[in-house]
């Protein structure tokens, strides 16, 4: 028979971001469930909406699998007496088995022969393992934020106030701290029973339809988006789309209906951002755009709801948004009296962080930093000077009343009061692309002077955490800094930025000191933080597509120049499909193996006696300064090439020449030539951590 199994946990309103990480939970904890109890099953099903978690295992076994094993007693000395005959250990173990002595048969185990038994343990009812197990999937989710509720001891997201638990046309009953499992389910808040009896799973869908809830989150979904996008067309626009706002919006709504309500063309002449800000981060609306992305004097909601009374609700949102924006309004022409260089001074009443100091400090070590950055890489004149006014001005919209009252629009103010006090364009657009990228494939700055900006800011932050030992652990990472490592290894690609990323921590951690007296452990600090960054590289190159085995090749060259190591991927990634590659890896490690043992890499010619040493030593001092020129261009997989030209020389030493023979002189003088083809073969990469497939 195929089975259904349904569990429905009731819930007051689930904040929208929990719920993607919570039906992961309970799917993860199902599955592993089903197959450590031997159940078969088909499909696991989860749904939701922002008043119930909904959990579907579809094509269900009736039983467990019964257990097939063989369970080994005692020896067959300890078994049986000398006659043969059965001792009381022997049936004292077959009692315990449940079987007879019919059932016994011997088998040699670590050279003595011991009884054993076939044991059949019969499988259990599906449906008594659900109720013995499902209690526990429930206490067994975590949450960001949980709350206790009702003196209880359960912690869950949100109070739980029902739970159907149904396989088949069955209730599966269990009770979790009070909250007994039943049939019994609720509809919409307002328009549907607070009591809907369900008789079978196959009716549950249904029945809560009747009910005005869409329990399927695509169905919300498509509903959502095809509605919004008719009523935008009928006024000559499109939605400003957005993912993750409409994900959100199906996760607080169960029965959708998209209105559409109209903002005065006044509040169109603020800055674009100034408009669409509260309307998504504050209303969850979605602004209307015309072809050119430009602003139309719409919004679009969805009500959690029917078309009744539609006139009324579509006022009301527009009474909410209108006071919204009539704030916004006066808080921009407030700000605009005076220039953004005046807002400066204020950040020193705003502390950033208790150790690091406050938002002017800040600023100051963002500027010297950018400024330090920028001569590293050599700008030009006038991209020098808009680092170092950006970086003075970056923090200073900060103290604005329009950020202060929507803090989404840091940087975005600061560019437009930077325009309207007369700063030039790069200059303002630095200013705004300072937090860019804000997550994972979001824009990345489009000038150097934000693109350094944004390098330093994120340095600064991390520099500084690390130094007083605020380090990400486990999932904490208060400050970000996971995300802004990753950040600065984004634009660094993209920008093909050749930056140390060992000088860069320099400079970051030598104003600390200059500007705040920091005091720490200089090395270990640096040390640490690059060992994070390369943490972060990694995993980047990793999902980029590059093998482990290749990012470790290049991370152990001690190289911190991000974009060389993309490039030396790259080059090593298709360098790699050579078919004597085994045979050069072999020759690589030899050498690897043995430099490992010695300390310096000098070699003497006059102590090289054998024919192979001198032969090796003479071509590599000619292989060594083609690599080296071949590594001035970057032309790291010709590098490569001239290094595997040694192989056949270096194959001929190792067969023919004795490295640790008694002579410390020769042996030191061997091995140092071994060294110094190895450090060689370490400025492109090392090939020891390749892995041959």
């Known amino acids: 028979m195929s089975n259904k199994y349904l569990l429905e946990i009731g819930v007051e309103e689930m904040p929208a971001r929990f719920v993607k990480n919570t039906l992961e939970q309970m799917k993860n904890y199902t599955t592993k469930l089903l197959k450590n109890e031997r159940i078969e099953f088909q499909e696991i099903k989860l749904n939701s909406t922002p008043r119930r978690l909904v959990l579907l295992i579809d094509g269900l076994a009736e039983n467990q699998e019964d257990l097939k094993e063989v369970v080994k007693g005692p020896s067959k000395k300890i078994a049986f007496d000398k006659d043969g005959n059965p001792t009381k250990a022997l049936e004292g173990f077959v009692r315990g088995q449940g079987a007879s002595l019919d059932d016994v048969f011997l088998q040699e185990h670590n050279g003595e022969e011991y009884v054993y038994v076939n044991k059949v343990k019969e499988g259990k009812l599906v449906e008594d393992i659900l109720k013995e197990n499902m209690a526990n999937m429930i206490k067994s989710i975590s949450f960001p934020k949980s709350m ?14 029902w739970i159907l638990s149904m396989l088949n046309d069955k209730v599966v009953e269990f009770d979790l701290e009070g909250i007994v499992a039943s049939n019994i389910t609720r509809g919409h808040r307002f328009l549907g029973s607070s009591h809907i009896e369900i008789g079978n799973v196959d009716e549950y869908i249904s029945k809560l339809k ?21 009523l935008a067309r009928e006024k000559g626009g499109n939605i400003l789309q957005d993912e993750g706002l409409l994900d959100e919006i199906t996760n607080i709504v169960e029965y959708p209906t998209p209105i559409i309500g109209r903002i005065k063309e006044e509040y169109l002449e603020l800055p674009k951002e100034v408009v669409i800000t509260p309307m998504k981060e504050h209303q969850r609306y979605f602004p209307v755009i015309d072809d050119k992305k430009r602003l139309l004097p719409y919004f679009i909601t969805v009500r959690n709801g029917n078309e009744d009374h539609i006139d009324m609700v579509i006022k009301g949102n527009e009474k909410v948004i209108g006071a919204r924006l009539e704030d916004a309004k006066f808080f921009f022409n407030e700000d605009k009296k005076e220039p953004l260089e005046n807002c400066v001074e204020s950040l020193k009443d705003i502390v950033f962080q208790e150790k690091l100091g406050t938002l002017y400090d800040k600023t100051i070590r963002i500027q010297k930093l950018a400024v330090k950055i920028g001569n590293y890489l050599e700008v030009g004149e006038e991209t020098a000077k808009n680092i170092e006014r950006a970086g003075y001005l970056s923090k200073a919209d900060l103290v604005t009343k329009m950020v202060d009252e929507f803090t989404e629009l840091q940087g975005v103010m600061g560019r437009e009061y930077a325009k309207i006090s007369g700063e030039n364009e790069i200059t303002s657009l630095a200013i705004y692309e300072q937090y860019l990228p804000r997550y994972a494939g979001d824009e990345l700055p489009t000038t150097t002077a934000g693109a350094v900006l944004s390098i330093a800011d994120k340095l600064d932050t991390i520099a500084g955490c690390f130094a007083i030992g605020i380090q990400p652990t486990g999932s904490q990472d208060p400050y970000g800094l996971r995300r802004q490592a990753l950040g600065i290894i984004n634009i660094i690609l993209d920008k093909k930025l050749n930056l140390s990323l060992g000088e860069l921590i320099d400079f970051a951690l030598y104003i600390y000191v200059e500007e705040n007296g920091l005091a720490f452990d200089y090395n270990q600090v640096k040390g640490d933080i690059l060992e994070f960054f390369n943490g972060r590289i990694k995993n980047m190159f990793i999902d980029m597509g590059f093998r482990y085995d290749i990012v470790d090749a290049i991370l152990a060259t001690g190289i911190d120049d991000v974009f060389d190591m993309k490039l030396r991927a790259d080059k090593l990634n298709t360098w790699l499909n050579k078919e004597e590659l085994n045979d050069i890896l072999q020759a690589f490690n030899r050498v690897k193996t043995l430099a490992d043992k010695s300390e310096t890499n000098e070699v003497k010619r006059d102590l090289l006696v054998e024919k192979e040493e001198i032969r090796l030593y003479e ?22 090439d001239y290094m595997i030209s040694l192989k056949e020389p270096i194959d001929s030493f190792f067969d023919n020449v004795m490295v640790m023979v008694e002579d410390e002189k020769i042996k030191h003088n061997r091995l140092g030539l071994v060294r110094k083809i190895s450090d060689t073969m370490l400025m492109i990469c090392d090939l020891s951590k390749i892995v041959n497939k």
């Open 148 to 161: 206790k509720w009702g003196g209880k001891n359960l912690r869950f997201a949100r109070p739980i106030r």
């Open 210 to 230: 009747e009910n005005y809830v869409i329990v399927d989150a695509n169905t919300r979904k498509e509903k959502i988006k095809y509605g919004c996008e008719k």
């Open 619 to 640: 071509t590599f001092n000619i292989v060594e300064e083609k690599v080296i020129a071949s590594l001035n261009k970057k032309e790291y997989d010709r590098a490569l």
